[in-house]
Nanobody
Framework: QVQLVESGGGLVQPGGSLRLSCAASGFTFSVYNMRWYRQAPGKERELVADITPYDVRTIYLASVKGRFTISRDNAKKTVSLQMNSLKADDTGVYYC?????????????WGPGTQVTVSS
């Protein structure tokens, strides 16, 4: 069964840190681009970070560059998002997303999301 499950969300004060994790199962994780999206209340979902299958390239939303770091462990089938210097604007539901890097595979896979709230 294809599955993505996020964990690590919670309530944190401004300036604090959180580490999100996403556990994948049921598909060939190593050939997928892995992404973190977030959606704040009343706003559209936005791409926060992206990492290619073998850590060749990472991309970040401009507002999180230098504060967030995406990483992956292909052996453990996990992708993580280390979030430092958190701001109130980082509040939202964070989603893990997998996009197939080769044709013919299930693509655009999503987890249920994990809530991140940055507030004093």
């Amino acid at each position: 069964q294809v599955q993505l499950v996020e964990s690590g969300g919670g309530l944190v004060q401004p300036g604090g840190s959180l580490r999100l994790s996403c556990a994948a199962s049921g598909f060939t994780f190593s050939v997928y681009n892995m992404r973190w999206y977030r959606q704040a209340p009343g706003k559209e979902r936005e791409l926060v970070a992206d990492i290619t299958p073998y850590d060749v390239r990472t991309i970040y939303l401009a507002s999180v560059k230098g504060r967030f770091t995406i990483s992956r462990d292909n052996a453990k089938k996990t992708v993580s998002l280390q979030m430092n210097s958190l701001k109130a604007d980082d509040t939202g539901v964070y989603y893990c997303n997998a996009v197939a890097g080769v044709p013919g595979l299930p693509s655009d896979l999503w987890g249920p999301g994990t809530q991140v709230t940055v507030s004093s």
